[in-house]
């Protein structure tokens, strides 16, 4: 059973950045898919970010392109979200989530459909 924990969230002033960090366990990563999926308050839930598994594919919300960076670390276990020049807009829970290899990043994020996720940190950006 693969179990992800995320951590790294926090409150943080418009422009600022933080980085999310997902640990797996349980089972590799190494063939799944990977994402970022949050949840804003009285919102629905949507894909933030997805990684493939092998060829390096992603896929970014276009609210987040340009500010937000995914990355995988099989070795380790990883999955990690680089968030900068926060907006307001970003405050959310984040969840972080896996996906079989047998759909694209673009399915994982947009339907979005995955067969993990995680508890869920909060990331508060705040004046």
């Known amino acids: 059973q693969l179990e992800l924990v995320e951590s790294g969230g926090g409150l943080v002033q418009p422009g600022g950045s933080l980085r999310l960090s997902c640990a797996a366990s349980?089972?590799?990563?190494?063939?799944?898919?990977v994402g970022w999926i949050r949840q804003a308050p009285g919102k629905e839930r949507e894909g933030v970010s997805c990684?493939?598994?092998?060829?390096?594919?992603?896929y970014y919300h276009d609210s987040v392109k340009g500010r937000f960076t995914i990355s995988r670390d099989n070795a380790k276990n990883m999955v990690y979200l680089q968030m900068n020049s926060l907006k307001l807009e970003d405050t959310a829970v984040y969840y972080c989530?896996?996906?079989?290899?047998?759909?694209?990043?673009?399915?994982?994020?947009?339907?979005?459909?995955?067969?993990?996720w995680g508890q869920g940190i909060e990331v508060t950006v705040s004046t």
């Open positions: 989530a896996a996906a079989p290899a047998v759909v694209t990043v673009e399915a994982m994020c947009v339907m979005p459909v995955y067969d993990y």
């Open positions: 349980g089972v590799p990563l190494t063939n799944y898919l």
């Open positions: 990684l493939s598994s092998s060829d390096g594919s992603s």
